[in-house]
């Protein structure tokens, strides 16, 4: 019975949200504006990003990051770390994951909400632009309902922050 279940519910307990636009700029232009993590408010007014020490983001560098997607308790703040940072010729990417919500002084692990999740924003070569990918994905028990309850907000969202970038450095395409 649990091997008939079990692929069910991998499908059923993922849940991914993404994005994308192009920027007329090249990749080399555009992934320093996206790699500096701490500058991202000087940009755009989607989030605000602490980096661990201020210094450059690495893998396994902490960063503490503000929503402000409008949802009716507020902003919401989450404890992140990175995973993944890609930097090849023409394809890039910087990736992290959840720690922890953070309400308060208070950081509750993302395990004891039965979820975690994982973040990312790619940029590839395209042409003589760059094509964003800006994404999402729920894990774990609670991730269907985290998706149902936040998928329109961080479509939106997730969009806003691509046109930002997109606004930036010249002309694109959403």
Not at 41 to 47: N, V
Not at 133 to 157: A, C, F, Q
């Amino acid at each position: 019975m649990l091997t008939v279940l079990l692929p069910f519910t991998l499908v059923f307990i993922n849940g991914r949200i993404e994005t994308g636009a192009q920027v007329d700029a090249d990749i080399s232009v555009v992934w320093p504006t996206v790699r500096n993590l701490g500058d991202w408010d000087q940009w755009q007014s989607i989030f605000s990003i602490d980096v661990e020490g201020g210094g450059e983001p690495a893998p396994g560098t902490d960063i503490l990051i503000t929503s402000y997607f409008g949802f009716p308790w507020g902003t919401q703040r989450t404890h992140e770390r990175i995973y993944a940072l890609n930097d090849g010729n023409d394809a890039k990417a910087i990736c992290w994951d959840v720690v922890s919500l953070v309400l308060g002084p208070i950081h509750v692990p993302g395990w004891l909400l039965l979820y975690s999740t994982e973040r990312c924003v790619e940029l590839t070569r395209s042409g003589s632009g760059t094509s964003i990918t800006n994404w999402i994905e729920y894990k774990g028990l609670m991730s269907p309902w985290l998706k149902l309850l936040t998928n329109r907000v961080i479509l939106r969202h997730f969009s806003l922050w691509n046109q930002a970038l997109v606004r930036l450095h010249g002309a694109g395409r959403m």
